[in-house]
C-alpha cells in the first residue's frame, strides 16, 4: 500500500503537472492568436500600401493627362494669337500697299489738276492740303509697315517711329529711350523684336491720342531673374483706379477709347510668354511695365 504521505505527493505532482499543461495550452492558444493578430495586421498594411500604390498612380496618370490637355489648350491659344498677330501684320501691309498705290497716287493726280485751274488761291490751298494728306498717309504706311527690325538698331527704330508719332507735339516735349548695357537684343528672334516694336508703338499712339504728355520714357533692362523688363512711362493725365484694375484684369470692353491698342499690347505681350502691368493714377501719369 502506498503511504497516505506518498499519495499526497503524487496526487500534488498530477495537480500542478495538469496545471503546467493549461498553462503551456493557455499559452499556446495566446501565441497563436496573437501571431493571427500579427498576421492580419501585416495584411491590412500590404493592401493599404497597395492602395495607395494604385491611388498614387491613377492621380499621377489624371494629373499628367490634365496638364497634357492644359498644355495643348495653351499651345492652341498661343497657336491661335500668333496666326491672329500674322495676319495683322499681313493686313497692315496689304492696307499699307493700297494706300501707297491708290490713294496717294490720285492725291498726287487731284494735285497736277489743281495746278491748272484759274484761281490761283484755291489751287495752292487744294494743293497744300493734299500734299498734307499725302505725308500723313506716308506716316500711316510706315506704322502700318516699318522697316525690319533686327538687334543692331532697336533704340534706333524705336526713336524713328517716335519722332514720326509725337512731331508735332511741341518743343517742350521730351522722349528718352534707354537701354541698359546689360541688355542683349541679339537674343531675341527678328519676329520677337518685331513684337516688342508693335507694343512700343500701340502704347506711343495711345499716349499721343489720350495722355496729352509732354515726357515719355522708355527703359529697357535686365530683371534679376535675367528676364527683360520694359518700363514705358508718361507724366499725362493718367487713368481712373476703375479703369486699371479692368485693364489689369483683362477686362478691355468697357475701355472703348483704348480697347484695340490695349488689347493689341497684352496679346503680343502674352505670345512673348511675359506679362504686363499698368499703374495709373489721375493726373499723375501712367507706367506700362511688361516683364518677358
Not at 83 to 90: D, F, G, N, P, T
Not at 213 to 238: C, M, N, P, Q, Y
Not at 257 to 274: A, P, S, T, W, Y
Request: charged residues 25%; glycine residues 4%; contains cysteine.
Amino acid at each position: 500500500m502506498i503511504e497516505s504521505g506518498k499519495r499526497d505527493d503524487l496526487l500534488i505532482y498530477d495537480e500542478g503537472r495538469k496545471i503546467n499543461l493549461s498553462m503551456l495550452s493557455y499559452l499556446y492558444n495566446q501565441n497563436y492568436v496573437l501571431e493571427e493578430t500579427h498576421q492580419k495586421i501585416f495584411d491590412y498594411f500590404v493592401w493599404l500600401l497597395a492602395a495607395i500604390i494604385i491611388i498614387s498612380v491613377i492621380l499621377i496618370f489624371l494629373n499628367a493627362r490634365e496638364v497634357k490637355k492644359r498644355d495643348k489648350i495653351i499651345y492652341n491659344s498661343e497657336q491661335f494669337l500668333r496666326h491672329s498677330i500674322e495676319v495683322q501684320e499681313a493686313e497692315r501691309k496689304r492696307i499699307s500697299q493700297e494706300l501707297h498705290d491708290t490713294v496717294a497716287q490720285s492725291m498726287r493726280y487731284v494735285s497736277l489738276l489743281a495746278e491748272n485751274l484759274s484761281d490761283k488761291a484755291a489751287a495752292e490751298k487744294i494743293i497744300s492740303t493734299q500734299n498734307q494728306n499725302i505725308e500723313d498717309i506716308r506716316k500711316l504706311c510706315y506704322n502700318l509697315t516699318p522697316p525690319a527690325i533686327s538687334a543692331d538698331d532697336m533704340i534706333g527704330a524705336l526713336e524713328l517711329l517716335a519722332g514720326k508719332i509725337f512731331n508735332g507735339t511741341g518743343d517742350n516735349f521730351d522722349l528718352r529711350i534707354v537701354a541698359e548695357d546689360t541688355v542683349d537684343f541679339s537674343v531675341w528672334s527678328d519676329v520677337q523684336l518685331m513684337s516688342m516694336y508693335r507694343i512700343i508703338q500701340e502704347a506711343f499712339q495711345n499716349i499721343q491720342k489720350h495722355a496729352h504728355a509732354s515726357e515719355v520714357t522708355v527703359l529697357f533692362r535686365k530683371d534679376t531673374d535675367d528676364r527683360l523688363k520694359i518700363i514705358i512711362s508718361d507724366d499725362g493725365v493718367g487713368m481712373s483706379e476703375d479703369m486699371v484694375e479692368q485693364i489689369n484684369g483683362g477686362i478691355f470692353s468697357n475701355i472703348k477709347d483704348l480697347h484695340f491698342g490695349i488689347r493689341n499690347i497684352v496679346e503680343r505681350v502674352q505670345l512673348l510668354g511675359g506679362s504686363v502691368v499698368y499703374r495709373s493714377e489721375a493726373d499723375c501719369g501712367t507706367q506700362i511695365k511688361v516683364v518677358l
